[in-house]
């Protein structure tokens, strides 16, 4: 039995859901990747002060979701193509754990902790940078890199007595010749005028996430139902409505193809089914 109008629908959205999916999960665990090994950050994971960072975090939890974001297309877009149940399962059980982890990320990196956090890595690797001398290539190629996005300079904002002053983009202006934002504070003005929105973008995702977990349950119960034995109701005649009194027949429902009868009713009397025959032989009036 084929899928209804509901069933095809759920499909089709599961599919493309799918697509999109593996591209956002093929895109997070590039990232992960690219900035796990890259010359410019992998000494930050090679350093041991570091590697409870907030950066090492974020980039640990960029490789791990988008793994599992790939594991989860597998089952879902296979389940749904080949309307196999017990993949859209698996699918389901994957998708609800992805949707609540989702949302808790979103939660938890809006938070005030999580923004001390990022200054504290902050702080940590101005320190090493300083402490060897601003030697260091690694740390030298990622405070510049930090420093030019947030156009600040430092922790103390100002170049003339600045350590990293290396690092420190060009000044706009006269007075940032003489002070510029520290990057502590741009860092926290940064992420208060974004944390909302990376709530939102997350609890969207969650949102898009959880309708793909109905569009799944919902495929799953239409194809319960289409897989069902389908029942044949077989058309019948009573004794006192037909012309010819010699047959009769009965209506009854059984789980097979196609079922007809016939058979003699000698009387008024109730009649008696035979043994269900392949071809049907409805005499007519």
Same mark, same amino acid.
């Given at each position: 039995?084929?899928?209804?109008?509901?069933?095809?629908?759920?499909?089709?959205?599961?599919?493309?859901?799918?697509l999109?999916?593996?591209?956002?999960?093929?895109?997070?665990?590039?990232?992960?990747l690219?900035?796990r090994?890259?010359?410019?950050?992998?000494?930050?994971?090679?350093?041991?002060?570091?590697?409870?960072? $907030?950066?090492?975090?974020?980039?640990?939890?960029?490789?791990?979701?988008?793994?599992?974001?790939?594991?989860?297309?597998?089952?879902? /877009?296979?389940?749904?193509?080949? /309307?196999?149940? %017990?993949?859209?399962?698996?699918?389901?059980?994957?998708?609800?754990?992805?949707?609540?982890?989702?949302?808790?990320?979103?939660?938890?990196?809006?938070?005030?902790?999580?923004?001390?956090?990022?200054? /504290?890595?902050?702080?940590?690797?101005?320190?090493?940078?300083? $402490?060897?001398?601003?030697?260091?290539?690694?740390?030298?190629?990622?405070?510049?890199?930090?420093?030019?996005?947030?156009? %600040?300079?430092?922790?103390?904002?100002?170049?003339?007595?600045?350590?990293?002053? /290396?690092?420190?983009?060009?000044?706009?202006?006269?007075?940032?010749?003489?002070?510029?934002?520290?990057?502590?504070?741009?860092?926290?003005?940064?992420?208060?005028?974004?944390?909302?929105?990376?709530?939102?973008?997350?609890?969207?995702?969650?949102?898009?996430?959880?309708?793909?977990?109905?569009?799944?349950?919902i495929?799953?119960?239409?194809?319960?139902l289409?897989?069902?034995?389908?029942? %044949?109701?077989?058309?019948?005649q009573?004794?006192p409505?037909? $012309?010819?009194?010699?047959?009769?027949?009965?209506?009854?429902?059984?789980?097979?193809?196609?079922?007809?009868?016939?058979?003699?009713?000698?009387?008024?009397?109730?009649?008696?089914?035979?043994?269900?025959?392949?071809?049907?032989?409805?005499?007519?009036?």
């Amino acid at each position: 039995m084929a899928l209804d109008k509901c069933g095809r629908v759920c499909k089709y959205t599961l599919i493309i859901f799918n697509l999109i999916f593996a591209l956002v999960g093929f895109a997070f665990l590039g990232l992960g990747l690219w900035l796990r090994f890259s010359d410019g950050t992998r000494g930050i994971f090679e350093t041991e002060a570091l590697n409870s960072s $907030a950066f090492v975090m974020a980039v640990t939890v960029l490789i791990a979701l988008g793994s599992v974001m790939l594991i989860v297309v597998v089952f879902g /877009e296979y389940g749904a193509c080949n /309307e196999k149940r %017990c993949a859209l399962l698996v699918f389901s059980v994957l998708l609800f754990i992805l949707t609540v982890a989702v949302v808790a990320v979103g939660v938890v990196g809006s938070s005030n902790k999580d923004r001390q956090n990022i200054v /504290e890595f902050y702080t940590s690797l101005y320190t090493l940078y300083v $402490a060897g001398g601003g030697t260091d290539r690694v740390f030298d190629v990622i405070l510049t890199f930090i420093h030019s996005m947030l156009h %600040c300079c430092g922790v103390t904002g100002v170049p003339l007595v600045e350590l990293a002053k /290396e690092t420190c983009p060009a000044p706009d202006g006269f007075f940032e010749q003489i002070k510029m934002d520290s990057c502590p504070d741009a860092i926290l003005s940064v992420f208060d005028s974004i944390s909302q929105l990376m709530l939102g973008i997350f609890i969207g995702t969650g949102v898009l996430l959880f309708t793909a977990l109905v569009c799944s349950i919902i495929l799953i119960r239409k194809l319960r139902l289409s897989n069902l034995p389908a029942q %044949c109701i077989i058309l019948t005649q009573s004794a006192p409505v037909l $012309a010819n009194p010699q047959h009769g027949f009965i209506a009854t429902s059984y789980p097979y193809p196609v079922v007809s009868t016939s058979y003699p009713v000698p009387t008024q009397s109730s009649p008696v089914v035979s043994t269900p025959l392949p071809v049907a032989n409805i005499p007519l009036a």
